[in-house]
């Protein structure tokens, strides 16, 4: 079945530097659209950044230069660097194929990233 699993979260001071991963099985994933996704508590999920199967990337504006989705197709993994955070990026991310709306049967449990001022 298909797998995602999220780590890499933690609590982090504002300005700092976080790398998310998400190993995924279960899937053809080197022709997949990835995509990362975050939940704030009470709200649902919303897209932050995807990594397409053709080579592009595309974010959300409230990441866009501070965040970097990139996948490894060989080892079925994506990824999520994130610089500069700011207390307003504490949430859950998830990955995820990119869809509209996303697959609901993929979730995974998420990673907890908590940015303190």
């Known amino acids: 079945q298909v797998q995602l699993v999220e780590s890499g979260g933690g609590l982090v001071q504002a300005g700092g530097s976080l790398r998310l991963s998400c190993a995924v099985s279960?899937?053809?994933?080197?022709?997949?659209?990835m995509a990362w996704y975050r939940q704030f508590p009470g709200s649902p999920r919303e897209f932050v950044a995807a990594?397409?199967?053709?080579?592009?990337?595309h974010y959300a504006d409230s990441v866009k230069g501070r965040f970097t989705i990139d996948r490894d197709n060989a080892k079925s993994m994506v990824y999520l660097q994130m610089n500069n955070l700011r207390p307003e990026d504490t949430a859950v991310y998830y990955c995820n194929t990119l869809g509209y709306p996303p697959r609901d049967d993929y979730w995974g449990q998420g990673t907890q990233v908590t940015v303190s001022s």
């Open positions: 279960g899937i053809i994933f080197n022709i997949k659209h």
């Open positions: 990594t397409l199967s053709t080579g592009g990337t």
